[in-house]
């Protein structure tokens, strides 16, 4: 990765923080979108700056798509270039059937689908210049029929069929790929999530922020796999 140049939206906490951190230790230089998270933000700056690489925090509400082609073009104003865009950035919304209003609809879409298709179309360009690529954040949701969390499945389903789409609008200059996690905890997690989640996987164990790190590195170094999408589960979904 050096000498490359990694957006990760939703890098200033959680899973997208570990992703960009561990980009950069492989050599990236990395821009740290965030929404509102700004001093999170600011601290996985410095943390990157640590490791002796370049970073830059850029806020921008990716449910307005004037403010991701903003953000897409400060990028490449900051670095001059664009090697890899992980579109990290997602809710998870819990609404039973008959409480599910339009606002919870089209929070679900627009943050889980539609951002990550108007991020790579504004990227498309910059991508195309390095024979970049896209790494998606789907999830086990998109497989697996959530009754309580119908419009975020919904919304991850179509990630999966985005990354096709996407993989074969943009090749060959651009690979596409995705990650669908499940049985994954981090620091903080209520410690009841992870019992449920070891019962469910079939490894016997819940997935860390490693896991999901390791999977970025791959997808983001194989260079004859687009379209895939890889799920990172335990087996749950067995």
């Known amino acids: ?73 400060r990028a490449g104003d ?27 609809w089209d929070a679900s879409l627009d943050t889980n689908l539609k951002a990550p298709f108007f991020c790579s ?26 009754t309580s969390y119908i419009p975020h499945c919904v919304s991850k389903s179509g990630v999966v069929k985005l990354t096709m789409c996407l993989a074969k609008e943009l090749a060959p200059e651009v690979r596409v790929n995705a990650i669908a996690p499940g049985t994954i905890t981090m620091g903080g997690d209520p410690p009841e999530w992870e019992a449920d989640f070891i019962k469910r996987a079939p490894l016997g164990r819940v997935g860390t922020p490693k896991d999901i790190e390791d999977a970025v590195m791959y997808l983001v170094t194989a260079e004859f796999i687009t379209g895939h999408v890889l799920v990172l589960d335990g087996g749950r979904t067995l």
Do not use: C
Request: aromatic share 6%; no cysteine; hydrophobic share 50%.
């Open 1 to 73: 990765m050096a000498n490359r140049v990694a957006l990760v939206t939703g890098a200033g906490k959680r899973m997208g923080q570990a992703i960009a951190v561990r980009l950069a230790r492989e050599g990236a230089d990395i821009v740290v979108h965030y929404r509102s998270s700004e001093p999170e933000a600011r601290g996985v700056v410095r943390e990157i700056e640590e490791l002796g690489r370049r970073a830059v925090a850029i806020s921008a509400d990716l449910m307005r798509v004037a403010e991701i082609e903003s953000l897409v073009a």
């Open 121 to 146: 179309q504004a990227a498309a360009p910059l991508l195309k210049k390095n024979r970049g690529t896209i790494v998606n954040f789907a999830d086990i949701g998109a497989f697996l029929s959530w």
């Open 78 to 104: 900051h670095f001059g270039r664009l090697d890899v865009l992980v579109n990290n950035a997602a809710n998870f919304l819990h609404r039973d059937f008959g409480a599910t209003r339009e606002a919870d």
